[in-house]
């Protein structure tokens, strides 16, 4: 286009001059647009991201509200397993040495005071340790065991020549009946307790007595009995022929905690056991 000197070119162009506003407008609307895309992601993310997390602070309880929630009440009967214990006395035979085995229940209730059906104990082998310090001062064992020789005990004790743990796990206590015997004077409060013990697949029926008494809200009962490996289908350890080996008798110590019926405890509290060691019987007390 050839333009003079003096000449208005916006002027002389009309379509220049209806272009221009157009593009005014779509200037506008594109800020407009923008606008409104920017305010819709911004939508979009509060959406995205602050809303479930409000949601979350509806539907998951706080750290105190977990604690307030989460402890389950133990029912009248329930052995509190935390605080519970099994320790087993095996003696020696030759140049062996004597053990103290300690272990865990993995259930259990006992109906005290019932003549029948008064519960069970299942005793989960494969927690059963030897030589820890607890399971030789409550059997009534001096001195410490060093960690290697405990361990090889332990593999020992759990292998398939002897507890065959994997084959068995669980040895259990149906009790028949727990039952009061007459106080003697100021004495603490002795029960009976009869039932059938199974162990390695083979069932026995056992009777012993234990002493009962209470600890904040719970029945603390202590007794022991006797087996022979091999009325079980179990055969001792020996080794080196026979001139290493242990007996084939088991004393088998129950130190347990029954919630009592009258003072409510939850599973996940401190338990009822003192910070102070509870007093363990000597070796005159085993049998």
């Known amino acids: 286009m050839n333009v003079g000197v003096g000449a208005d070119p916006i002027a002389g162009s009309d379509w220049l001059r209806r272009l221009l506003p157009r593009m005014a407008e779509m200037k506008t609307r594109r800020w407009l647009l923008l606008a409104l895309l920017t305010a819709g992601m911004g939508h979009l993310v509060w959406r995205a991201g602050g809303e479930p997390a409000a949601q979350a602070q509806q539907t998951a309880p706080s750290a105190g509200q977990r604690g307030a929630q989460a402890p389950r009440t133990l029912k009248p009967g329930e052995?509190?397993?935390?605080?519970?214990?099994?320790?087993?006395?095996?003696?020696?035979?030759?140049?062996?040495?004597?053990?103290?085995?300690?272990?865990?229940?993995?259930?259990?209730?006992?109906?005290v005071g019932a003549k029948e059906k008064a519960g069970r104990l299942e005793f989960d082998l494969r927690t059963f340790v030897a030589d820890t310090a607890a399971a030789r001062q409550y059997v009534g064992l001096a001195g410490q065991t060093d960690r290697k020789t405990a361990d090889k005990v332990t593999?020992?004790?759990?292998?398939?020549?002897?507890?065959?743990?994997?084959?068995?796990?669980?040895?259990?206590?149906?009790?028949?009946?727990?039952?009061?015997?007459?106080?003697?004077?100021?004495?603490?409060?002795?029960?009976?307790?009869?039932?059938?013990?199974?162990?390695?697949?083979?069932?026995?029926?056992?009777?012993?007595?234990?002493?009962?008494d209470p600890v904040q809200g719970f029945l603390r009962l202590r007794g022991q009995f006797s087996i022979r490996q091999t009325d079980f289908g179990i055969t001792p350890y020996t080794q080196a022929l026979g001139a290493v080996g242990v007996a084939d008798q088991l004393t088998i110590h129950g130190d347990l905690y029954v919630m009592a019926g009258e003072t409510p405890a939850t599973a996940e509290s401190e338990g009822p056991v003192s910070a102070q060691q509870p007093a363990r019987p000597g070796k005159a007390g085993r049998q």
């Open 79 to 111: 052995i509190e397993l935390q605080s519970s214990r099994i320790y087993t006395f095996v003696g020696k035979t030759g140049l062996g040495h004597d053990h103290g085995i300690e272990g865990r229940l993995r259930s259990g209730q006992l109906n």
């Open 155 to 212: 593999a020992n004790m759990l292998s398939a020549a002897v507890l065959d743990v994997a084959r068995f796990p669980i040895a259990t206590f149906d009790v028949a009946s727990v039952v009061p015997l007459p106080r003697q004077g100021n004495q603490p409060q002795q029960y009976q307790l009869i039932g059938d013990f199974t162990l390695h697949g083979v069932k026995r029926q056992i009777r012993f007595q234990a002493q009962g």
